[in-house]
C-alpha cells in the first residue's frame, strides 16, 4: 500500500515537523522524500523565524480576538514584515545548514522507527529560462551518502544527466508532466525492488529485474509509458 503525504510548498522543515504526526497513524516500512526546491525559495523571513512568529500570532489571536488595537497592532506589523515582495532583505526559507540538518533529522526518525528512508535526487528541467543553480541537490547527495541512505537516481529528469532536452517530462522548471510522473515511478520502482523492498508483479510480462529496468528507461525511455 502507498499512502501519498506530500504537501505542495512545503520545505524540509516542516517536513521534519510532520513526519512524526504522520508516523503515529501510519504503519510505515518506508518513507519516500523528495524535498529541497522550495527551501530555497526566496521569503522576507525564514521557516523557522516564520513559525515562531506564527506561534506567537496564534496564542495572541486566541487571547485577544475581540481586541480593537491588538488587530490594529497586528495588522500593521504584519504589512511591515510581509510587505512587498522582491525586497533586498528576501532570504532562503531554509538556509543551507539548515537544509542539512533537516535531512539528517528525517533519517534520524526514520531510522529510530524502523523506517527505511529513501531520498528522491532533485529535478530539473535542463535548459529552463531560468538557470539551473542549486546546492540543495549536492547537499542532498552528501547527506545521503555520509548517513548510508539511498537515493533514487532519476537519470532523464535531472538537469546533468539528461540529453539536450528532457521538456516533456516537465510543465514547469521542476514539476512532472504526466510521462514524467510515470518515468520517475518506475526509477521508484526499480530502486525499490534493487533494495528488496517491493516484489516484482507475478505478470508474466513483468519479470524484469531492476538491472533490466534501468537498462531499459536510459535505452528507450519510451518503453515506460
Not at 71 to 98: D, K, W
Amino acid at each position: 500500500e502507498v499512502v501519498n503525504c506530500g504537501v505542495t510548498g512545503f520545505t524540509s522543515f516542516q517536513v521534519a515537523r510532520w513526519l512524526p504526526r504522520l508516523c503515529d497513524k501510519l504503519d510505515c516500512d518506508v518513507a519516500i522524500f523528495c524535498i529541497g526546491w522550495n527551501d530555497a525559495n526566496l521569503r522576507p523571513v525564514d521557516d523557522t523565524q516564520y513559525a515562531k512568529q506564527l506561534r506567537f500570532a496564534v496564542t495572541g489571536r486566541a487571547m485577544s480576538r475581540h481586541c480593537y488595537i491588538y488587530r490594529l497592532i497586528r495588522n500593521s506589523y504584519g504589512g511591515l514584515r510581509f510587505g512587498q515582495p522582491g525586497r533586498a532583505s528576501e532570504t532562503v526559507r531554509v538556509p543551507f545548514e539548515q537544509y542539512r540538518h533537516n535531512l539528517q533529522e528525517l533519517v534520524s526518525q526514520c531510522r529510530s522507527r524502523e523506517i527505511t528512508p529513501i531520498f528522491i535526487d532533485l529535478p530539473g528541467r535542463k535548459g529552463f529560462e531560468r538557470p539551473f543553480q542549486h546546492p540543495y541537490s549536492a547537499a542532498l547527495d552528501a547527506i545521503c551518502a555520509e548517513l548510508d541512505v539511498h537515493v533514487v537516481d532519476i537519470r532523464l529528469l535531472g538537469p546533468e544527466f539528461s540529453p539536450e532536452s528532457n521538456e516533456e517530462y516537465f510543465i514547469d522548471m521542476c514539476h512532472f508532466s504526466v510521462k514524467g510522473h510515470r518515468y520517475l515511478a518506475k526509477r521508484v520502482a526499480a530502486t525499490l525492488i534493487g533494495l528488496g523492498l517491493m516484489e516484482t508483479s507475478s505478470r508474466p510480462d513483468s519479470s524484469q529485474s531492476s538491472t533490466a529496468i534501468s537498462r531499459q528507461d536510459d535505452a528507450n525511455p519510451e518503453n515506460d509509458l
